[in-house]
């Protein structure tokens, strides 16, 4: 059970650097006013927050690990699988999660009439 807690842990890492690695949105400034886009901005990033990365982290190591136990089983390795199949559902549901956070946001921005060039 450890090797899994530090593959989870690892997978969950990598998750967490392409998060910061993601940059904001471009905005095109021409005709922007700066103060009202910091409320704005506030105010989207605020619904963007609202996508739990660490609840589809946590699924998506649960059905992932599942998988992993199941196929780790035909071919002799439960707890091998299941690791690999945390890890593995672990890193795919945290990128989906940042992925949708940034349309979220980009969505908001655009839905306020930004040009978002990113």
């Known amino acids: 059970m450890d090797k899994l807690k ?3 842990t690892f997978g969950l890492t990598i998750v967490l ?3 910061a690695a ?3 949105p471009i905005i095109d400034m021409k005709g922007v006013n700066p103060d009202q886009l910091a409320q704005d901005w506030d105010d989207c990033e605020g619904y963007s927050e609202e996508i739990s990365i660490g609840k589809g982290v946590a699924k998506g190591a649960g059905v992932g690990g599942g998988v992993g136990a199941v196929g780790g089983s035909i071919h002799g390795d439960v707890g ?3 690791a690999t199949g945390a890890l593995l559902g672990a890193t795919h549901s945290g990128l989906d999660a940042d ?3 940034q349309r979220v946001f980009k ?3 655009r839905g306020r009439g930004y040009r978002v060039l990113n």
Request: hydrophobic fraction near 35%.
């Open 6 to 8: 530090i593959l989870v």
């Open 17 to 19: 650097a392409g998060c």
């Open 22 to 24: 993601h940059p904001d």
């Open 80 to 82: 091998r699988g299941a």
């Open 99 to 101: 992925r949708e956070k």
């Open 107 to 109: 969505r908001c921005l």
